[in-house]
């Protein structure tokens, strides 16, 4: 045997000292998959030193003694009249750079057409042959242009263009070519020997004599084609294998599978098999559990094996000839869920395949995105208009109103957070840009006209967590939207479901949600395997209510890092109330309204620790700017009168209520009366908050539970503020009483031991960095507010940036979104107040509460920079325990 022809099958594999070089990308492959000793098709190759310059008469004994060890190994005979075999033979490049075809079903000759047809019956026999002319077609056109033949050239791709219509291929590709083949099967006009007659005129002759000939003329020219072609450069090798067929009389099938499901994981093949079909287009498959006990438990091994192998789901295709199981390919699934990947790797640990180290660090921290989000419960949107179809830039479930512009958006977004309504919207336009980022942040969702998975909506939606659809058919007009005959105006509710796997839908109105269930979907086993990792940085969570606190626990939040106290007063409910102290016009008739606001603080303090129990929760007091409060439009107006009228019996009118919110306006409030400024002048608000904070606390104590209260004071700028507002001061009459004395006053009055809690502050100011010496005198924990932080340290307000972004983005002046990704300086900053502050207090406790908690790139920082951890909303607590794990993981590899 040339010692340059190469053998392979089940129990043969080409031994390592050959080159794998010289066996070209696919004959690799084969002889990979040779390695896995799976019931694999065998085959040979020659390699890349003799395919080129190929004299056939030379191989002609080895290639004969070659197919027959071939045809002992599938029960069939090369040129056999009654059960013919037949090859593909293909061209294994190194480097593609001529797109050669793959040619089936050698073997097809005057002497086996019978012997075939009667296994599969005539017209996929005559279907087969034209499959072959038109392989051995694609190589005689090469030809043809390399020897520069234009007429020659002309007529044979004339000639394949009609054959590919007759066959229904469109486009070059060849794969794409067997893939329509069951398709166009029952539409045969003339038979296999007729079209051979047809066609012998454009191969060499005696083509379509004998099956031995065929082969070795096919060869021949494949050869002649190499050696006139520069780019072949002796880099292609050639393998010669025989195919099977699951058409191929009864007990054969053939199918594809997955080595478990690609969207829920759970550890069974998921995939279809097509009983006496060649392949599945255009039939309708039976579930693979169903292919038969025997053959059903050798897909099921080899699916454990390959993915104990290459530790991934594997997709597998398979044809059953004559109830003898081959393996015709396996391969890396592109599109498969985190979900399914996370249970993969939990299955691999468990089955110790894998460390759990591994199972850490191979799931991207943003990945966990697709399945910290709910999902739509199909019957909730029976009978709702719909529309099918789209591409999927970034998977999950959105609810919320449409708006077509950023600015609709935003505006639209705010009114309703301080409307205390529901919030959500979805940004509808034709394509999305640099400026549209701000509104993607804040949507549940985009839909979109133009581009696909890597349009600009698509990216920057799976960098948010948000869901994202690119609908062709999306058209908008003014205030108006339509997807075919569905239409939408501007304010109108969508559902959008774009679900990993299958077809997106966009609903009209609301869906109810299904939340995730990370349990079922393998989070809570992964987070707690991450957790083993982390040594001594928190993730806690921001979370305003217990429903949040419970869900940030439940994802593995070590407490909360930020309750914004203001978003309670925000309620549809307590909103009136809280006006109605803005309102009152002397200090008796305020504290009545705070005593209102102090009951309800109460229950929700009590509410979110409870749910923390044992675990630090951080409350901050009251940070908004007043006028924040005050009505926006008439119907908030009207709203209020109606209230006063009610709780207070007081008529007041329209033009009392616009002085007022007059008398509250800012020029520029993001640097105006808010956080402490607001308790300094108006300190009852603070000691009402402060109140509910330890009566809550204390509640919870005689209750025996281990409430850990944690007060925080926002935007403060020196020390003298924190020091005012902690410890409280006298001067010149004026009391101000600090929290210290509140607790000291409420405890007294219980008659109770102290609950432990402690006072710290937020840096959210360069000022407060710069000082944070002095500033650590008076208080135990540090809390960087970077959203704040950012746009102070830059000067740029974080609800304008959007405005001017693109231009900056268009002329390199930055890099990235500063309100998404630390800026440089910001980070200075923050690691210089931490140095400052440790120097005053060796045992502050530092972190991080701005939106960019969430960040994995950020989270790096914060540990590197010494602080204690981060806080993020709870659906991001586990993309930062990630993000920790696997820093850490890092950081103990290096
Ligand atoms: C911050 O400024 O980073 C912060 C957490 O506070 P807020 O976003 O509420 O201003
Ligand atoms: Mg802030």
Not at 13 to 25: A, C, D
Not at 168 to 186: D, F, M, T, Y
Not at 326 to 335: C, D, K
Request: aromatic content about 8%.
């Amino acid at each position: 045997m040339d010692n340059r022809i190469h053998f392979f099958s089940q129990i043969d594999v080409i031994p390592k000292k050959i080159e794998s070089e010289k066996l070209g990308i696919r004959g690799r492959q084969a002889n990979e998959f040779a390695e896995l000793g799976f019931p694999i098709l065998p085959g040979f190759i020659l390699d890349t030193d003799i395919a080129s310059g190929l004299k056939v008469a030379e191989v002609k004994k080895d290639i004969k003694s070659l197919l027959d060890k071939c045809a002992g190994i599938v029960g069939k005979k090369y040129g056999d009249a009654e059960n013919p075999m037949l090859v593909k033979v293909v061209i294994s490049s190194n480097l593609v750079v001529t797109n050669y075809p793959t040619l089936h079903n050698f073997g097809l000759a005057k002497t086996t057409i019978k012997g075939f047809a009667n296994w599969v019956g005539k017209d996929f026999a005559a279907h087969e042959v034209l499959f072959l002319v038109r392989g051995m077609l694609k190589i005689e056109e090469r030809i043809k242009e390399l020897e520069d033949n234009t007429k020659a050239l002309e007529e044979i791709t004339g000639v394949l263009r009609s054959l590919d219509d007759a066959l229904g291929i469109h486009g070059p590709s060849n794969e794409l070519a067997s893939e329509k083949k069951a398709k166009v099967v029952k539409v045969v006009p003339k038979s296999a020997e007729d079209y051979m007659e047809d066609y012998a005129k454009y191969f060499p002759k005696g083509f379509f004599d004998s099956a031995e000939e065929q082969l070795l003329l096919t060869l021949s020219e494949i050869s002649r084609m190499f050696q006139m072609d520069d780019q072949n450069d002796n880099d292609t090798a050639l393998m010669i294998a025989p195919m099977v067929y699951g058409n191929y009389g009864k007990d054969s099938c053939s199918g594809d599978f997955f080595s478990r499901n690609v969207v829920t994981g759970d550890n069974k093949l998921q995939g279809k098999f097509f009983r006496g079909k060649f392949n599945e287009i255009g039939a309708s498959g039976q579930d693979i559990s169903k292919v038969g006990d025997k053959h059903l438990k050798e897909l099921q091994k080899i699916a454990r094996i390959l993915e104990d192998k290459f530790k991934e789901i594997r997709q597998v295709r398979f044809t059953i000839e004559k109830d003898k199981l081959w393996l015709i390919e396996q391969r890396q699934v592109a599109q498969k869920s985190t979900q399914s990947d996370i249970r993969l790797l939990l299955d691999l640990a468990k089955r110790k395949v894998v460390n759990n180290a591994y199972v850490v660090k191979s799931i991207e921290p943003l990945r966990l995105n697709e399945i910290l989000h709910p999902i739509i419960d199909p019957d909730s949107v029976k009978g709702f208009k719909s529309w099918k179809g789209g591409i999927a830039g970034a998977p999950g479930a959105a609810i919320g109103r449409v708006y077509f512009t950023t600015d609709s958006l935003l505006e639209a977004k705010k009114l309703a957070i301080q409307k205390g309504e529901d919030s959500r919207c979805i940004l509808v336009a034709e394509s999305s840009f640099a400026e549209d980022v701000k509104a993607i942040e804040v949507s549940t969702g985009v839909l979109t006209a133009e581009g696909g998975y890597s349009a600009h909506a698509s990216v920057v939606a799976r960098q948010y967590g948000k869901v994202s659809l690119v609908a062709p058919d999306l058209k908008i007009k003014g205030k108006k939207a339509s997807l075919g005959s569905f239409a939408f105006s501007e304010g109108d509710y969508i559902t959008l479901q774009v679900p990993f796997y299958g077809e997106s839908m966009v609903y009209s109105g609301t869906a109810t949600l299904i939340e995730p269930d990370p349990e079922e979907s393998g989070l809570l086993d992964f987070i707690a395997i991450s957790k083993t990792f982390i040594k001594k940085f928190n993730v806690r969570c921001n979370a305003d209510t217990p429903r949040d606190a419970a869900l940030a626990l439940s994802f593995g939040a070590d407490g909360v890092g930020l309750c914004r106290t203001e978003h309670m007063f925000f309620k549809a409910e307590r909103i009136n109330v809280f006006r109605e102290m803005l309102l009152s016009t002397n200090p008796k008739e305020r504290q009545k309204a705070l005593d209102k606001l102090q009951v309800m603080q109460r229950e929700d303090f009590y509410g979110i620790m409870k749910a923390m129990a044992g675990k630090e929760v951080t409350i901050r007091l009251l940070d908004s700017p007043l006028h924040e409060f005050m009505p926006h439009n008439d119907d908030e107006t009207a709203g209020l009168i109606a209230h006063m009228q009610k709780s207070k019996k007081v008529k007041i009118s329209k033009a009392e209520i616009a002085a007022s919110v007059e008398a509250l306006h800012e020029f520029n409030p993001m640097l105006g009366h808010r956080g402490c400024r607001i308790a300094v002048s108006y300190p009852e608000i603070y000691a009402m908050q402060i109140r509910a904070i330890f009566e809550a606390a204390y509640k919870l104590r005689s209750e025996g539970v281990d409430a850990q209260p944690e007060i925080m004071v926002p935007i403060v700028m020196n020390a003298s503020e924190l020091k005012l507002i902690a410890y409280g001061k006298k001067i010149e009459g004026n009391n101000y009483v600090g929290i210290v004395d509140i607790e000291e006053e409420l405890r007294k009055s219980k008659k109770a031991k102290p609950v432990e809690y402690s006072i710290g502050t937020m840096i959210e100011l360069p000022a407060a960095a710069l000082g944070a010496g002095e500033i650590a005198k008076y208080g135990r924990f540090f809390s960087f507010g970077t959203n704040d932080l950012t746009q102070t340290t830059l000067g740029i307000s974080r609800d304008d940036f959007t405005a001017f972004m693109p231009d900056y983005t268009l002329f390199d002046l930055i890099v990235g979104n500063p309100f998404s990704t630390l800026d440089s300086r910001v980070k200075e900053l923050i690691a210089l107040a931490t140095e400052r502050g440790r120097l005053t207090r060796p045992d502050l406790v530092c972190g991080l509460c701005g939106e960019h908690g969430a960040n994995p790139a950020n989270v790096r920082f914060c540990m590197e920079a010494g602080l204690n951890y981060v806080s993020c909303s709870p659906y991001s607590v586990p993309i930062a325990l990630l993000a920790v794990a696997q820093a850490e993981l890092e950081k103990a590899g290096a």
